[in-house]
């Protein structure tokens, strides 16, 4: 997804390897025994970086010089260790969240639910922790950069991230970013890794949720702290968050990774909607066929076309959709 109110240059957890180290560990693997000295060069890489990779490497017992070479090591039993150190300490930040919750619950009048977020620092942070650590579904609206100073619209840091490691992507842009032609071209390469995206031309707010458990609300301000912004955890504010994005997601328009299926505020042309009005009126697919100059397979075809955009389970329900949108 891109990034709603989020500024690039904001430093994320690296988990496992750095990409420098993994190139490197691979590059060893192949050649069996590497040469330290001619390392930098057989990689194409700065010799600090393959000096400060190699480092880290021989630090989790991947990598051993022997000989004056160096050599890979197997790395399962490594590379399992480091997973259970994330995992420790995973452990070990929750338990501390969970101790500094009942610290602030004490002190703060608010509720334990909300949080608030009051510098764009602490908006951008919670954005992106909040990718970091979905394990299973993250659901979004976009409305793209807003208020004063406004970054240009960008991937989301941590989003392709946690794409890769397998979780769920569904997200809602308002029609104004995607007139933007590089916005576009982004929102296109995130659904070509697996998100799944739509569109619609009223989308009131930034808003991401993360597992159900979590939502972080942006809200643009004015002055020098341009955002603003609530952390949700369990509760019925979250529930109703929830609920407001499906509403969006069930009347939002997908987007292909090739290109959107309809202008979302254009709306289909004059064939369609004449197609439309006569699905309408209760014509067979034969009669249809007849009234537009076309075969009766065309008409089967554009009215699954229809049915397939609109997210539409049967001919009813395509109808039902394409009236809330005006387009009868």
């Known amino acids: 997804m891109t990034g709603g109110e989020l500024l690039t240059g904001s430093p994320a957890v690296e988990f496992g390897l750095p990409e420098p180290a993994e190139m490197i560990y691979r590059a060893i693997v192949q050649r069996e025994r590497a040469d330290p000295d001619a390392l930098a060069d057989d990689v194409a890489m700065p010799a600090g970086v393959v000096s400060e990779a190699v480092d880290h490497l021989m630090t989790l017992g991947l990598v051993q010089l022997h000989d004056g070479a160096l050599e890979a090591m197997p790395p399962r039993l490594p590379m399992q260790a480091l997973a259970d150190r994330y995992v420790r300490a995973a452990a070990a930040a929750r338990e501390t969240a969970e101790t500094l919750a009942r610290v602030w619950t004490r002190q703060s009048t608010g509720p334990d639910y909300l949080e608030p977020l009051t510098s764009t620092a602490a908006v951008v942070a919670a954005a992106v922790a909040l ?38 992507y569904r997200v809602v842009y308002g029609a104004q970013i995607l007139r933007q032609p590089a916005v576009m071209a982004m ?8 998100e799944a995206a739509r569109v619609f031309p009223t989308v009131p707010c930034n808003l991401q949720i993360a597992d159900g458990e979590r939502a972080v609300l942006i809200a643009p301000m004015s002055g020098p702290e341009r955002l603003h912004g609530l952390v949700f955890s369990p509760s019925g504010f979250l529930d109703s968050l929830i609920e407001v994005f499906e509403t969006y997601w069930t009347l939002a328009i997908p ?68 009236a809330r949108r005006g387009w009868l």
């Open 187 to 194: 929102v296109q390469e995130s659904a070509e890794a697996g």
């Open 131 to 168: 990718h970091e650590h979905a394990t299973k579904e993250v659901r979004a609206l976009s409305i793209g950069p807003s208020g004063d100073s406004a970054p240009p619209p960008h991937q989301h840091p941590g989003a392709a991230e946690a794409l890769r490691r397998g979780v769920a």
């Open 255 to 322: 987007i292909s990774a090739g290109k959107v299926a309809f202008d979302a505020e254009q709306g289909p042309n004059d064939d369609t909607r004449k197609l439309l009005a006569l699905l309408g009126a209760g014509l067979t697919d034969a009669s249809i066929a007849r009234e537009l100059g076309v075969s009766e397979r065309t008409v089967t075809r554009r009215i699954m076309a229809l049915q397939d955009a609109l997210a539409a389970r049967s001919r009813f329900q395509l109808g039902v959709q394409a």
